[in-house]
């Protein structure tokens, strides 16, 4: 399985950005698909979650109310829309995917069964 993360780039306080995740080369269905960031000098965590089957998700509370995850099942792509991003969103995301972790435990885990390469968001103030 190869997930292939884009749609990063530079935006001001305030403004918004939507990453897009595109899941190929799947031979065994996923449970869950989300995205997880790293920031300069910290550890990744995880941000949001989307159920594969029944569209349930999850996000840290650090983006709630602010950032939205969805999918696109005819087309294996995730994708998560951030808007009133603030310099802490700055980081690289990166798309994960997992076979049996239930959706809630996504962002909770740092080991996953898939990980796709990252693209950067930067939120200048």
């Known amino acids: 399985v190869q997930l292939q993360a884009s749609g990063g780039g530079l935006v001001h306080v305030g403004g918004s950005l939507r990453l897009s995740c595109a899941a190929s080369g799947l031979t065994s269905p996923l449970n869950a698909i989300g995205w997880f960031r790293q920031a300069p000098g910290k550890e990744r965590e995880g941000v949001s979650s989307i159920s594969t089957s029944d569209g349930k998700t999850a996000y840290t509370d650090s983006v709630k109310g602010r950032f939205t995850i969805s999918r696109d099942g005819a087309k294996n792509m995730v994708y998560l829309e951030m808007n009133s991003l603030k310099p802490e969103d700055t980081g690289v995301y990166y798309c994960?995917?997992?076979?049996?972790?239930?959706?809630?435990?996504?962002?909770?885990?740092?080991?996953?069964?898939?990980w796709g390469q990252g693209t950067l968001v930067t939120v200048s103030s």
């Open positions: 994960v995917a997992d076979k049996w972790l239930r959706v809630e435990n996504v962002i909770r885990n740092p080991h996953h069964d898939y």
